[in-house]
């Protein structure tokens, strides 16, 4: 049986992507079947895989929207899927902004994306899905489709500070949409622990979260590395194996398996 995460975040520069990529990485070289699924119009996942001119493709994940909200049928997965070392990808592309204007007057507006997924959803292990830094219909459809939400943070006060709109917003999804909805938990990214910043934000979340949303024990520290493997659309696993980031994602992937399903944070509202 699949569990389909979401990466979301309402605040850009969080890691989003980079903590998508290379979770997707580190579970594939555990042996699950992992897909990814981009579904930010940047299409900056896609572009993580070396996946180029995505808006040359023939099927993006787009063309599969507008097929479920037009009531056509999807196409056969080998022509939507593709596959990077061994990880399977719907890639996104820019046309992937016209979709919320479609989605307005689509019926079952909120559960497109859900159609998609459970046509394919028991060939894989995990299904990641790197949304878009927004709130709107697009980020909808992902958290009504998604069995939980991993939301990274920097330790920034703004990056904080944004939390609080999108607890709201998943709480808002999970008593009106998608009742199963819960917290795989919050993730700090780019942290440096040299500065008393990065150390007081940390705390902060802990202490306004941590009651009742799991706030990672690792973190993932700022590394430039990070950037250069996805700048040659690579994975910093892959990249530079020894590197303090790439060991800091296998030691958050070992704990994000090691989080039992009776232990996981049960969407309650607290705030």
Do not use: H, W
């Not at 904080?160 to 795989?184: D, Q, S, V």
């Amino acid at each position: 049986m699949s569990r389909i995460i979401a990466i979301a975040s309402q605040k850009g520069g969080t890691s989003k992507t980079t903590t998508c990529r290379n979770l997707a990485t580190v579970l594939k070289e555990k042996g699950y079947k992992v897909l990814v699924i981009d579904s930010d119009n940047q299409a900056n996942l896609t572009d993580c895989f070396g996946i180029e001119k995505p808006e040359q493709l023939e099927v993006t994940l787009y063309d599969l929207m507008e097929k479920v909200i037009m009531e056509e049928d999807l196409p056969k997965k080998e022509e939507y899927i593709i596959t990077k070392e061994e990880i399977d990808i719907i890639p996104a592309s820019i046309k992937l902004s016209d979709i919320e204007i479609k989605l307005v007057s689509a019926m079952s507006r909120e559960y497109i994306l859900r159609t998609i997924i459970d046509e394919i959803k028991d060939d894989y292990d995990y299904i990641l899905i790197d949304s878009m830094p927004s709130l709107g219909l697009m980020t909808l459809n992902v958290l009504s489709a998604c069995d939980s939400v991993l939301i990274p943070a920097t330790a920034e006060y703004l990056s904080a500070k944004g939390l609080e709109l999108l607890l709201k917003t998943i709480f808002k999804i999970k008593k009106r949409i998608n009742k199963n909805i819960e917290f795989e938990g919050i993730l700090l990214t780019m942290f440096e622990s040299r500065t008393n910043l990065s150390k007081d934000i940390l705390n902060m979340i802990k202490n306004s979260y941590g009651d009742y949303i799991r706030v990672f024990e690792t973190v993932i520290p700022r590394s430039v590395k990070v950037g250069e493997a996805n700048a040659k659309s690579k994975s910093i696993i892959e990249y530079m194996p020894n590197n303090k980031a790439a060991i800091a994602y296998n030691n958050f992937t070992d704990e994000l398996l090691n989080y039992s399903d009776e232990d996981s944070s049960q969407i309650k509202e607290v705030i």
